[in-house]
């Protein structure tokens, strides 16, 4: 798990601040991590459909295809809240 600043070469660069990357080995850590997004700041949606929708949520959204695994955090907030939970794991 890596949380990196998103720039303009990543997708939903124009909704999000930050992203935190996982390797396929680390599955089981994405998806405890989005579950506690969900019960943190409420329900989400794929990046795909998070500027289509009125469901998606200011905070944050998930990515996972073939080739990669991600969350995505609106805020400096939102990255340092979930820093101070996870960095320790």
């Known amino acids: 798990m890596r949380v990196i600043k998103v720039t303009k070469q990543y997708s939903g660069h124009q909704y999000f601040k930050y992203c935190v990357n996982y390797t396929y080995k680390d599955f089981q850590q994405f998806i405890d991590q989005r579950e506690w997004c969900w019960t943190t700041w ?10 289509r929708t009125l ?5 944050w959204a998930w990515i996972t295809d073939t080739h ?4 995505y955090l609106a805020k400096d907030q939102d990255a340092s809240h979930f820093l101070l939970r996870w960095s320790g794991q």
């Open 42 to 51: 409420g329900p989400s949606v794929e990046l795909e459909f998070y500027g």
């Open 55 to 59: 469901q998606a949520n200011s905070h």
């Open 68 to 71: 990669r695994v991600r969350l």
